[in-house]
């Protein structure tokens, strides 16, 4: 079945530095992906859209400015945390929706562990 | 802004007892979906009703759907101590590319 990759699995970073988080669909090609957030006990939250090619489209109250994101292909999104804080510290899940014939899955990726000090 | 909402928000039952968890959302949707978590862990899809269905079973699942009241439940029967986890209803409003919309999640604790 569809996979969706994230790497790295976990991070723990000073505050004040930048980090990457990428999400790759491997077995199928993805023109849009979702990005959440969770914190402790609590839901998923929807951050943004990435969409192949073109810019992100970003949540209400979610800053596009530190929380990049780049859809550089079809089978890849990067999230990058710039100036990360300790408040950044979350669960962060990517999605990857896939249409076959009339059916169509979302597939998650198995999350990003951040921690920030 | 978060469509789903999940009742109870925490159950705790012993192992043997059926478990039953509630969602309700907001606006029309297209299906609704449940998944599973263990604790900081990703997330497990368990089952998918679509707006036009009413009910559906997978195993021990068992999950309504009433579009009237805008709500779903989920039902676990014979529970076990491994169904220990935090259970989340989402709703899809279209198409596969547009984006689940979580509930708060039920933490459901099984008791051996």
Redesign the interface.
């Known amino acids: 079945g569809a996979v969706v990759s994230q790497h790295p699995s976990r991070v723990i970073c000073k505050s004040g530095t930048s980090v990457k988080i990428e999400c790759r669909s491997l077995d199928f090609q993805a023109t849009t992906m979702f990005w959440y957030r969770q914190f402790p006990k609590q839901s998923l939250m929807l951050m943004a859209t990435s969409n192949e090619g073109s810019k992100a489209t970003y949540e209400q109250g979610v800053e596009k400015d530190k929380f990049l994101i780049n859809h550089a292909s079809l089978t890849l999104s990067t999230l990058t945390v710039t100036s990360a804080h300790p408040e950044d510290s979350s669960f962060y899940i990517c999605s990857a929706p896939r249409t076959s014939g009339y059916q169509e899955t979302q597939y998650f990726g198995p999350g990003t562990r951040l921690l920030v000090l | 802004s ?1 469509q789903g909402e999940e009742d109870p928000q925490a159950l705790s039952i012993q192992e043997g007892e059926n478990a039953t968890m509630n969602c309700s959302y907001k606006t029309s949707i297209n299906n609704l ?1 449940w998944y599973r978590q263990n604790s ?4 497990v ?1 368990l089952i ?1 009703i679509r707006s036009n269905e009413r009910e559906k079973h997978s195993g021990r699942l068992r999950v309504t759907l009433d579009t009237s009241k805008k709500s779903s439940s989920l039902l676990i029967t014979a529970s076990r101590a491994a169904d220990t986890a935090s259970y ?1 209803c989402a709703a ?1 409003g279209g ?3 547009t ?7 039920t ?1 459901l604790s099984v008791i051996a």
């Open positions: 978060q979906q900081g862990r990703g997330l899809h998918l989340f899809s198409s596969g590319n984006p689940l919309v979580f509930g708060k999640g933490r």
